[in-house]
């Protein structure tokens, strides 16, 4: 089912970014351009990715550890109720 | 002494010269600095071994010899000379499909051992019977993350956008190809599409359509330095690589009707009884006398003749016509049998002629010939009634191919010829056996003889007589 999500998905995105896209950075013109900026679309598409899944992970870290965080309380060598 | 090939210039890294039975490539530092990377890296065992890539080792002195002192670059790599050049505009459907295959499997396979392919071009995989092969090694080169692929375009163009033609249109690829040498351009393709499929069609719409808008709003934009690109993750160019290859090996030709040389075998009005069986044995027979290492099959059809022969101790045969469904069922039965029999499309009255750059970098179909027999059954007819080609000509033209063969000559009362003359005058006089014969005689011997009905087809050995 992924698979046949995806498409659809990454369609749009790059719809709405070539609309969005400022034709001034591709200005250079070489045979391949139109490639490279489709390439370039899915390099940006995949940067935000990796970012969000790093930015999700932080969030999860700290949802985590504040979940954890109780458990260790009684661990607390200092005894002084804090970690 | 070694020849320069007309068709290596666009690279600067190498050159390529033909020597006796083997091909010689001379190329510069950084060429021969990644051929031993990619033999380091393990990469070149695993092709080759694959049967993917054509093998490549250093050139001996006596083969060094052979080069001009200014023509022996850093390094000098052998490679085996394979027995026939083909190009993209003469392969139907199914080979430019594999060959397509092929390359995007080259290039998944080489990211692993960290090489990238510097280029995408179409005419670096040639074929070996039906297999595929990728004959351009300076082709590999270091890959470094987050590197774009340069060849995208050019592999869209030379192989996408020619099977989408037949895949989406019933567009055969061949004659446009050939007018178009470096493949078919995408906007061609976007002009053909219809608006709902140019925009929803997820595969087309990152492939052709995109690249197509972006290349065009780049040429109106205004010249300023482009910022860095932003690097492609490789798992990024992967998924590229991979979408494209599920993409491709879903496409299937749509059928050019009529299929009426399709179904030649089992529906064939112009063989009564054991007529066909007949002229197999005579066609197996020939094969077994000489065992031709090449032979040529003007007019294969589906390749029946060709596989009898391969059977009877041909090498290997190529095989040319022009319905395309025909070769389809050619190349199928080519991969089936695993034949050494490569279809090819090509027009008898209009072989491919030398052109490219000088007119020299693709060469003509009879400066390639390279067969020891060449076969031509119920060809000579299609020739010289449904394309006016004088009698004599044709025969002349099929003798000149190889030193020997068998050419099947239909007389006028045959149904078929009879079915391409009903609706036009019979202006062909001279068209009939005993000029046939005296035509044949003119240029070579005739050795064997047989009448598959009285007075009917009928199939002649010769012996090409030289001068």
Request: glycine fraction near 8%; charged fraction near 20%.
């Amino acid at each position: 089912m992924k698979n046949k999500k995806s498409p659809v998905v990454l369609m749009t995105i790059l719809a709405c970014l070539a609309a969005l896209m400022p034709t001034s950075a591709y200005a250079y013109l070489d045979p391949g351009t139109g490639a490279f900026a489709v390439q370039s679309l899915i390099a940006a598409i995949a940067g935000g990715l990796i970012a969000m899944r790093a930015y999700g992970r932080r969030i999860l870290g700290l949802f985590w550890r504040s979940k954890a965080a109780p458990e260790d309380w009684p661990k607390d060598s200092s005894g002084n109720g804090h970690s | 002494m070694a020849i320069r090939d007309p068709g290596s210039f666009r690279d600067p890294t190498g050159t390529i010269y033909a020597s006796g039975d083997t091909i010689l490539r001379s190329v510069n530092a950084e060429a021969a600095q990644n051929f031993l990377l990619l033999k380091s890296s393990g990469a070149y065992d695993d092709l080759v071994g694959r049967g993917w890539i054509i093998g490549a080792e250093e050139a001996d002195a006596a083969l060094l010899a052979d080069l001009p002192e200014f023509a022996r670059g850093v390094r000098v790599l052998v490679h085996p000379k394979l027995p026939f050049i083909s190009y993209p505009y003469e392969w139907p459907f199914a080979l430019l499909k594999r060959a397509a295959l092929l390359h995007l499997d080259v290039q998944l396979r080489a990211l692993d051992f960290g090489f990238a392919l510097s280029d995408a071009s179409a005419y670096n995989v040639q074929f070996a019977g039906h297999r595929p092969v990728f004959i351009d090694i300076p082709s590999f080169i270091p890959y470094r993350d987050g590197d774009y692929w340069t060849g995208q375009r050019q592999f869209i163009e030379q192989f996408v956008n020619p099977l989408l033609l037949r895949a989406l249109f019933g567009i055969a690829h061949n004659s446009w190809y050939r007018g178009a040498l470096d493949g078919i351009a995408s906007r061609d393709i976007v002009a053909l599409l219809g608006r709902f499929r140019r925009w929803l069609a997820p595969d087309i719409l990152t492939n052709i359509t995109l690249p197509d808008l972006m290349q065009r709003r780049a040429r109106h934009a205004p010249d300023i330095a482009a910022r860095p690109a932003r690097p492609l993750p490789r798992a990024a160019l992967q998924m590229v690589l991979r979408r494209l290859r599920r993409w491709i090996s879903r496409l299937t030709p749509k059928p050019i009707a009529p299929t009426e040389w399709q179904r030649y075998e089992t529906g064939n009005v112009s063989y009564a009884g054991d007529e066909e069986r007949r002229k197999q044995d005579f066609v197996a027979d020939f094969a077994r006398r000489h065992a031709p290492a090449c032979a040529w099959d003007i007019g294969c059809n589906s390749g029946r003749y060709a596989e009898a022969l391969l059977q009877n101790g041909a090498g290997s045969v190529i095989g040319f016509d022009t319905d395309l469904d025909a070769l389809e069922g050619a190349a199928s039965r080519a991969s089936a049998a695993r034949l050494n029999f490569l279809p090819l499309f090509s027009d008898a009255a209009n072989p491919s002629p030398a052109q490219g750059w000088a007119e020299a970098e693709r060469s003509g179909l009879t400066s390639r010939r390279n067969a020891d027999a060449v076969i031509a059954l119920a060809l000579a007819h299609h020739l010289a009634i449904g394309r006016n080609v004088p009698l004599p000509f044709v025969v002349k033209w099929l003798v000149g191919l190889a030193p020997r063969g068998v050419i099947e000559f239909v007389p006028k009362p045959d149904p078929m010829v009879q079915r391409m003359l009903r609706l036009r005058r019979d202006i062909f006089d001279d068209y009939g056996s005993a000029q046939f014969e005296q035509a044949l005689g003119r240029h070579a011997r005739i050795v064997g003889r047989l009448e598959l009905a009285a007075g009917g087809r009928t199939l002649y050995e010769f012996e090409r007589v030289a001068g």
